[in-house]
Nanobody, 127 residues
């Protein structure tokens, strides 16, 4: 059974940086693994932030985080990361990592059904 365990996050002032980690267990191959970071602000819908398909190093970011966030994976450690730089108050949210078993063609923030989720970690950016 695939499980995701998150770490990182916390509070930082605007312009600062944080790194989130998501350790994957129960799935030893990067093949057919589609992984992403989502965030949710209370009262708002969950928002997909970034996506990675480790088998091909394909990455995707929503416009609001392009150039500031970097999604990556360390296959040796079975861990995915989200490096967040130049943080803004509007980045404040609960962040979740997610995984799905899918081919690259079906790995998409908008259409993939992510059934495996991390426990969430709070990111708070103060102005």
């Amino acid at each position: 059974q695939v499980q995701l365990v998150q770490s990182g996050g916390g509070s930082v002032q605007a312009g600062g940086s944080l790194r989130l980690s998501c350790a994957v267990s129960g799935y030893t191959s990067s093949n057919y693994l589609c992984m992403a970071w989502f965030r949710r602000v209370p009262g708002n819908e969950r928002e997909g932030v970034a996506l990675v398909y480790p088998a091909s190093d394909y990455t995707y970011y929503i416009d609001s985080v392009k150039g500031r966030f970097t999604i990556s994976q360390d296959n040796a450690k079975n861990t995915m990361y989200l490096q967040m730089n130049s943080l803004k108050p509007e980045d404040t949210a609960m962040y979740y990592c997610a995984a799905a078993v899918a081919s690259r063609s079906y790995c998409d923030l908008g259409s993939t059904t992510f059934r495996i989720w991390g426990q969430g970690t709070q990111v708070t950016v103060s102005s």
